[in-house]
Every structure is written in C-alpha cells, then in structure tokens.
C-alpha cells in the first residue's frame, strides 16, 4: 500500500550529512512555485538516518495534538520507512517524561509488508520494539483493526494518522474502521490531501492510483459514524502544508481495545 523503496535515506551528492536538499524562497518567486519545490523537498527528508515524508510544518502541528489530546497511542496506517513511527515514539517519550501520559507508550504502524522496515528501525534503534509494534495488514480488511486493538493499553488515549495511498477506497476504510479508537476531544488525522491538488504535486510521482482523499473524508463525515466528529481545517495554521485534514471527536467516546 506504500512505497518501500528507498527506505533508508542515501546520502544527497551534495549534502553527506542527509540534509534535505534546499529549496529557494525567491522574493520575486510565486507562492505556487515555492509550495510545489517544498512538496518536492519533503519527499527526502528524514529523521533519525531513516526517511521521514511530512512537512516540518506538519510535524509541528502533531506536536500540539499529542499535548492538547494527551494522546498515549499512535496509531499509523502506513508505515513508510518507519521514519514517522520513530519521531511519534520520540514525541511520545518526551510526554511521559513531563507526567503527561502514562510511561506504557505505543505507536502501532500497520503495512502491507513490514519485513524491510523492522530491519531499518532496528538500524537506528536496536531496542525500537519496546515502544514500536509493526503490524502486517490491509486497512481495508476490518480484521487488521481488531488486531491493533489487541495492542492498545486498555483505556489509553489514542490519535490516529492515515497516510496510506491516498485513495477515495483506503481513505474511507480507514476512517470507517479506526475511527473508534480515537477519544473524546481526540483526533483522526488523514494527510496529504494535497493529492487532490495536481498543481501543487508536479515534483512528485505518488505509487499507484492517486486521488479523492478530500472526497472521501467529507462523505464519512456526513454519515453517522462521522458526524461526531468535527472538520478542523484550521489546524493548517503554518501556511505551506500537506493540507492535512485534522478531525476532532466531539462526543462519543472510543470503544474499548477488542470491541
């Protein structure tokens, strides 16, 4: 469901310090021409020696919904290079450390194929399982959600993140079959709705078919499994974004793990 390959970030030619490559901020440029080469830009980025694909401004914003939510679990759908895995965990960690959330932190990441990705993250952290759950699964099978839930502390806080293949198909799956892990005043976070934008994306080639991420959220949204939840567009407060959708539960509360 994601692209595997490359999935510890090589060295640029120019830059052996794994440095993203460096995108001009022109005074005389446009606005549409910077966004598109920072699409571009995000695409070899990394965290940890391993490929982290998120805006900076992005990462930003998780900041503030792991602190606002209290958030004791990540739950990632699409793994990726598990470069996002660990910076959540880090997040996390740092939480803990404030007496924020229990110590019991967790970030499940659920793919199509883990088996390249265990052996990166072992590569940056040999002890990463501790905190880090690798599952194999599709989204679109409701069977893999009952085996996440297996791997949530009863009662912990959740916040969920889709960055799967940005599809109208995965995009409602997720929504449909994880949405329940996320709490009252909680968030659903489904990335990269900038997929819907091809003027904003002409540096990058996403693997296989793209498109109806944005069309997908505000159906679910209609419906009554969506309609407690509330569409906070306004979270992209830093301007240059994936256009993220960050979505808050308003009432209800998440069902229990192996509901």
Request: hydrophobic letters at 35%; aromatic letters at 8%; charged letters at 25%.
């Amino acid at each position: 469901m994601t692209d595997q390959e490359s999935l510890v970030l090589p060295p640029h030619v120019e830059d052996p310090e794994l440095l993203p490559p460096q995108v001009e901020a022109a005074a005389e440029g446009t606005l549409l021409t910077y966004w598109q080469d920072r699409v571009g830009q995000h695409v070899h980025d990394s965290y940890s020696g391993v490929r982290l694909m998120k805006f900076p401004e992005d990462l930003r914003m998780f900041e503030h919904l792991l602190w606002l939510s209290r958030a004791q679990v990540v739950v990632e759908l699409g793994t990726h290079s598990g470069g996002s895995a660990l910076w959540f965990r880090d997040r996390l960690r740092t939480m803990a450390a404030y007496g924020l959330i229990p110590q019991d932190i967790r970030v499940v990441s659920v793919d199509l194929d883990q088996k390249s990705t265990h052996d990166v993250l072992a590569s940056a952290d040999s002890a990463y399982a501790e905190h880090i759950t690798l599952l194999e699964g599709d989204i679109l099978d409701p069977r893999t959600s009952a085996r996440v839930a297996e791997r949530i502390p009863q009662g912990a806080r959740c916040l969920v993140v889709e960055d799967t293949r940005h599809a109208y198909e995965t995009t409602h799956a997720a929504l449909s079959h994880y949405s329940r892990f996320v709490p009252e005043d909680g968030f659903f976070v489904v990335e990269d709705g900038l997929i819907d934008s091809p003027e904003l994306c002409v540096h990058i080639k996403p693997p296989g078919e793209t498109g109806g991420v944005v069309s997908a959220v505000r159906d679910w949204l209609s419906s009554d499994q969506g309609q407690v939840f509330q569409d906070r567009s306004d979270l992209n407060r830093y301007g240059i974004s994936c256009r993220n959708m960050w979505l808050r539960r308003t009432t209800g509360t998440a069902s229990a793990p192996g509901s």
